[in-house]
């Protein structure tokens, strides 16, 4: 193949991804100096394998290491074995109980995927929801809470990549001063809503691990049915308690304190 034909970007993501993966872990000056790149590319391939969700990265050390996302790419591996064994029986026991769907959905890329829903579990009219459905982060609840929980270099990082993108559904992101004021909301509440306000919506929570937003739990629900401040006041206490809940059986005792509402 000629060079010319060659995609120098994924050659230098998949080399990066071979060198993690002989090391354990590399910096950006590592990997700048390991595949004789500038400093600023090196960064942009590290920044773009932590979008895709390829990698992730130690906020002490400011390593970056592989995340398991890596080997289903061959295996059809998954990692989040507590979601089947731990927050899939809570969630549709309390979809029994509360009548509204739940779900647990998780970053991947500029999105968020579901990675569980108790839709089968109510006869609600609402758009039927599968695991795998993804929605754009800079307008979702789940998106809009992973961000608000994220790091301060992660929460900037993504937040760059978001004004970035060419999806239409991310241009909430570019409105600088409404996110920020969003974000700010969400941390102080402990919960938080869309930016999307149609008839359908959804309030979000974070799942902690070890003070590192691992996942978000959300709720769907039918505006003409009940409100953002009634589903605020009913309903976001028992979320953050179920988040909780999965912290402490999914993750042990090293979970963030309470949040306030």
Request: net charge neutral.
């Amino acid at each position: 193949m000629d060079s010319d034909q060659e995609l120098k970007s994924l050659k230098r993501g998949l080399r990066a991804m071979a060198l993690i993966n002989k090391q354990g872990s590399i910096t950006i000056s590592e990997l700048s100096r390991a595949l004789e790149l500038p400093r600023t590319t090196a960064e942009r391939v590290l920044m773009t394998l932590l979008a895709e969700g390829f990698c992730d990265r130690d906020p002490q050390t400011k390593r970056y290491f592989l995340t398991l996302r890596v080997r289903s790419l061959s295996h059809g591996y998954t990692d989040e074995s507590w979601i089947t064994h731990v927050a899939a029986p809570l969630l549709f026991e309390t979809t029994k109980q509360i009548g509204w769907p739940l779900f647990i959905a998780t970053p991947l890329g500029e999105y968020m995927s579901l990675r569980l829903t108790t839709d089968p579990a109510t006869s609600l009219n609402l758009h039927r929801r599968h695991i795998g459905s993804e929605i754009a982060m800079g307008i979702s609840s789940s998106g809009l809470v992973h961000l608000a929980f994220l790091e301060d270099e992660q929460q900037r990082i993504m937040l760059e990549i978001l004004r970035a993108s060419d999806d239409p559904a991310q241009a909430p992101a570019r409105d600088e001063a409404r996110m920020t004021y969003a974000l700010e909301q969400i941390r102080r509440n402990g919960f938080g809503f869309g930016f999307d306000l149609g008839r359908e919506r959804s309030i979000a929570v974070p799942i902690m691990d070890k003070g590192h937003v691992r996942a978000v739990l959300l709720m769907a629900f039918i505006t003409r049915a009940i409100d953002n401040d009634g589903v605020a006041r009913k309903f976001a206490p028992q979320l953050i308690e179920m988040a909780r809940t999965i912290e402490r059986l999914a993750f042990g005792d090293g979970v963030a304190g309470p949040l306030t509402i």
